[in-house]
Nanobody, 123 residues
Framework: QVQLVESGGGLVQAGGSLRLSCAVSTRTFTSYAMGWFRQAPGKEREFVTTISGSGGTTNYADSVKGRFTISRDNAKNTVYLQMNSLKPEDTAVYYC????????????????WGQGTQVTVSS
């Protein structure tokens, strides 16, 4: 069973930065594409960004492109989300997810999920 534990959320002012981390318990971390998704109150969970097992392919939602960066350290079984120039509309619970195979954006196609970490951006 793959377990994911997110950390790094919090409260930040608009324009600020946060870095989220997701530690993954598996012996075959590079077999998993990793992704970050978010869910704001009253809204559906949405795709933010994904990264392939090797780290060579990334994909971003248009709303975060140029501001957020996903990366992974395969030696530490950890994936990161660096969030810069944060906006109030980025406020949400952020979830880390893993799936065997390639990167896709469809939320229901991801196999494993973390518990989520709250990110709140004040104006």
């Amino acid at each position: 069973q793959v377990q994911l534990v997110e950390s790094g959320g919090g409260l930040v002012q608009a324009g600020g930065s946060l870095r989220l981390s997701c530690a993954v318990s598996t012996r075959t971390f590079t077999s998993y594409a990793m992704g970050w998704f978010r869910q704001a109150p009253g809204k559906e969970r949405e795709f933010v960004t994904t990264i392939s097992g090797s780290g060579g392919t990334t994909n971003y939602a248009d709303s975060v492109k140029g501001r957020f960066t996903i990366s992974r350290d395969n030696a530490k079984n950890t994936v990161y989300l660096q969030m810069n120039s944060l906006k109030p509309e980025d406020t949400a619970v952020y979830y880390c997810a893993a799936r065997l195979g390639g990167v896709i954006t469809a939320t229901h196609r991801w196999h494993y999920w973390g518990q989520g970490t709250q990110v709140t951006v004040s104006s």
